[in-house]
């Protein structure tokens, strides 16, 4: 298959899988995808499109369900370990599973690394734009130190997404009361 048939039956799979979801704010969940795959082949030297792939399919497995199994058989097994790596452990506490993503920033191979920071960007900017309705300043802003904490830790981040990151950061204290 060309790369961008590959990408796009990613994005088509995707779409499929989470078609009923939204994300914290009411946007449509396949937004938040069709941001982390663009962010991710934006930063990226050289194409790699495995991992645009993955980044459109980085949630199947922890929120809509996609067996490891069903991942290899449709985009092979190298697309699927790196889905698998960015994918927590549902079985855990909420609490436990932020605490872990701390604790496995570091050892993430390189490429996840950049799904990783891609996903942050896109959380972070969702609070922005789109905030949960029920959230105060301190619920977002706990939120917005935990995913700089994730970040912080990553030992090879994408120098383009990394400066996308802070810059998004920043915007949290301009915003907000
Ligand atoms: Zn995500």
């Excluded at 298959?1 to 914290?24: G, I, S, T, W, Y």
């Excluded at 990783?116 to 130190?145: G, M, Q, T």
Aim: charged share 30%; net charge neutral.
């Amino acid at each position: 298959m060309e790369p961008v048939q590959q990408v796009l039956d990613a994005a088509h799979f995707a779409a499929e899988k989470h078609a009923n979801q939204k994300r914290k704010g009411g946007e449509p969940f396949i937004n938040h995808l069709i941001e982390v795959a663009h962010l991710v082949s934006t930063a990226l030297s050289e194409p790699d499109a495995n991992l645009v792939v993955a980044a459109f399919l980085h949630d199947t497995i922890e929120d809509a369900g996609v067996t490891a199994a069903e991942l290899t058989e449709r985009f092979g097994q190298d697309v699927t370990s790196l889905v698998l790596e960015v994918t927590d452990d549902k079985s855990l506490r909420k609490k436990e599973r932020k605490r872990l993503q701390i604790e496995h920033a570091p050892k993430l191979s390189v490429r996840v690394q950049t799904i990783k920071l891609a996903d942050k960007i896109s959380n972070l900017r969702s609070i922005l734009s789109n905030p949960p309705a029920n959230w105060d300043y301190e619920r977002k802003k706990k939120y917005f130190d935990w995913g700089k904490r994730v970040v912080d830790g990553l030992s090879a981040p994408n120098p383009i997404l990394k400066t996308e990151f802070e810059r998004t950061y920043q915007r949290f204290g301009e915003v907000q009361p």
